[in-house]
């Protein structure tokens, strides 16, 4: 099996994780988005990173990934059975994708990803207006919606690793959660991105 992309990018620290927390033994292709590598270019059909080869099949995006690992090797569950709580998850992994990232990425793009990668200026002011304006209500949210150590059902899941993921961005960003304003949230993140699973995923090659 062969995952590709860069482990600074969050969508492919979760197919990492997940594969870390299950014990999976992979290939890591540390490529960038829209890299020339054959092998790549033909598992992504957008140029986006994850992408994997599982012995010839391809498949792309971070949630899908996630899903086909979870069928092929299904324990320890990520994805919960129940209901509820499955109902949950995805809800989480999909908020991750599609609310947080857009939003928490901008400090990591404006004070880490331009001048430290790409050698180029970030604006500070779009980060600072972004944490200032865009942050509260959505830490707000997560802040009520963690149930003891997790998101989902009293156990880790894709709904921790969705959103977690973004926060270690963050922190490369300079921005730690204010545990005075968001106990939980900060507990929460601090516990999460020390699991085993995420320690791994975060040192694994950058390029
Ligand atoms: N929905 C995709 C999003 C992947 C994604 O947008 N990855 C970024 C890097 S963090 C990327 O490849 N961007 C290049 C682009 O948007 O063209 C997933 O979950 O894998």
């Known amino acids: 099996m062969i995952v590709y992309g860069t482990s600074v990018s969050p969508y492919v620290r979760k197919v990492l994780v997940s594969?870390?927390?299950?014990?999976?033994?992979?290939?890591?292709?540390?490529?960038?988005?829209?890299?020339?590598?054959?092998?790549?270019?033909?598992a992504s059909p957008l140029g986006k990173i994850p992408a994997l080869d599982d012995d010839g099949f391809l498949l792309a995006d971070s949630s899908a990934i996630l899903h086909y690992i979870e069928a092929k090797h299904p324990s320890p569950v990520l994805i919960p059975t129940e209901a509820k709580a499955r109902g949950r998850a995805v809800w989480f992994d999909k908020y991750g994708d599609t609310e947080l990232f857009p939003v928490l990425i901008v400090p990591f793009v404006e004070r880490f990803l331009k001048p430290r990668l790409m050698?180029?200026?970030?604006?500070?002011?779009?980060?600072?207006?972004?944490i200032n304006e865009k942050f509260p209500p959505l830490l707000d949210y997560i802040e009520a919606q963690i149930e003891g150590d997790y998101l989902v059902g009293g156990a880790f899941s894709i709904a921790d690793i969705a959103v977690a993921t973004n926060f270690h961005n963050l922190r490369l960003a300079n921005f730690e959660v204010d545990g005075g304003r968001w106990p939980k949230l900060a507990a929460w993140v601090a516990k999460t991105l020390d699991r085993p699973s995420f320690v791994k995923a975060i040192a694994a090659a950058k390029n």
């Open 119 to 130: 050698k180029q200026e970030g604006d500070e002011a779009k980060a600072q207006a972004t």
């Open 19 to 42: 594969l870390f927390e299950k014990d999976v033994a992979f290939d890591h292709k540390p490529v960038p988005f829209h890299a020339d590598d054959p092998g790549f270019q033909a």
